[in-house]
């Protein structure tokens, strides 16, 4: 029987979730599903130090607002405890399998691959700075392990008293000496480092009974039988450790394949796409808005305006693309298309104007009457209460110009509240003398007018103009004016016939008084 795909999405609870770790969680779905395998979300919860209250919550919610729903994994913040005790392979947050690794840990020792350290802290910190005075750096390695108070140097009998005397220890991994890993990437290729340029990375800490990273990360990777990892860059360095340690365990034969992806570069191309970038060029960079424990907020997609949908969209294709001119895909459609070898080994750049892009791609898509109730949510806020049938055809009025739902505001408030101000360019342009008197008589004319169509607006209103000999421009830049308060919007006979017969006048009666 073929295997079954496993991948897993392993984020730390630190903070909010990047645009690049959803990119993560995207790509893991896609390569799963594809081969109709799982996706799973497992939280790594092993630094309490780095902890973030709400964060697990956030991924959850990020993940669902998404579309990337895991097949398992923790939920809602807890796990859903009936169904995953029944898992073989639950729970799925580190800190509640904590019993697990400390075995790992051990055999690793016990086989001579792994050593208890008992340096403290600041036995460590006076070394690295007696190091950097003379310009070199200490690193915990095969060259200086076996000076410092570790198991491979203590007698037997003194490594135990030193285990019961206090739990300042560590178990570190024994890196061999002068070996060549030689690594595969899914996207990467080929990738070979000598264990020389590593360090005894530490692997379990008695002083919080707890693991690190990368022995949570390697246990956990094999109980949960995950066949492929997918994670970003920056886990690169770490690959030589996990390789050496699937082999420690006895586990190389079944080690899962691996994949890197590259960083989200900055509009510019210059370094990683940050916090900053999104503030200061006027995006998110998180997919929904998060408040820290000072209070201070970060704007996210969804509370932007972005449609799920397209925030998915313009994520696959920030690292991937897929060959053809298609730039549009739904979930499904990426789930077909996406492949691994077209994702880009150099960083991907981000650009704001092409997400908006997407945005209004998606905003077109929409059924006017979702956009319409999605409006009237945002009216409402606004204490605007709208007919629906009347939202509609504004929507579907101004959907070609409008990449987001707070557009049509922008574009058209006039609809729901009179202009208060008129921009005096236009006036000052436009007004005429005769200004007053022409928009009264063609108040008078709409006033007496039976048919308040579009169509028929539309026709009577050039007809008028001409057979009265008024000026063209002048006269419906000043209705305009009167209308929309400036010269943008829609047709105006568009606008008249939506306001209707009696705001229309109301409008027009209203502006001569202004400027009488
Ligand atoms: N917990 C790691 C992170 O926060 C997971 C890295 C991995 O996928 O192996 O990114």
Redesign the pocket.
Known sequence: MAEKTRV?????P?GPLHMG?VR?ALYNYLYAKQRGGDFILRI?DTDSQRFVPGAEEYIIEALAWCGISPDEGVEGGKIAEEASAKHPHAPYRQSQRRHLYREYAEKLVKDGNAYYAFDTSEELDALRKEYESRGETFTYNFKVRHSLATSLYLSGEETERRLRENNHWVIRFKVPEDRVVKMSDMIRGEIEVNTNTLDDKVLWKAADELPT?HLA?IVD?HLMEITD?I??E??LP?LPLHYLLYEALGWDKEQPRFAHLSLLLKPDGKGKLSKRDGDRLGFPVFPLEWKNSEGEVSRGYREDGYFPEAFVNLLAFLGWNPGTEQEIFSLEELVNAFSLDRVVKSGAKFNPDKAKWYNQEYLRMHDDKLLAVGFERYLAKMGISSDIGYTEKIVSLLKERAAFISDFWDLGGYFFIAPSEYDMAVKSKFWKEETPAILGELSSILSSTEDFSRDEIERILPAVIKERGWQMGSVMNTLRLALVGASKGPGVADIIALLGKDETCARIERIIRSFA
Not at 8 to 12: E, G, K, L, T
Request: aromatic residues 16%.
């Open positions: 897993r999405f392993a984020p730390s630190t770790g993560t790594e990273y990360n990777d990892v994670r970003g920056e886990w770490s």
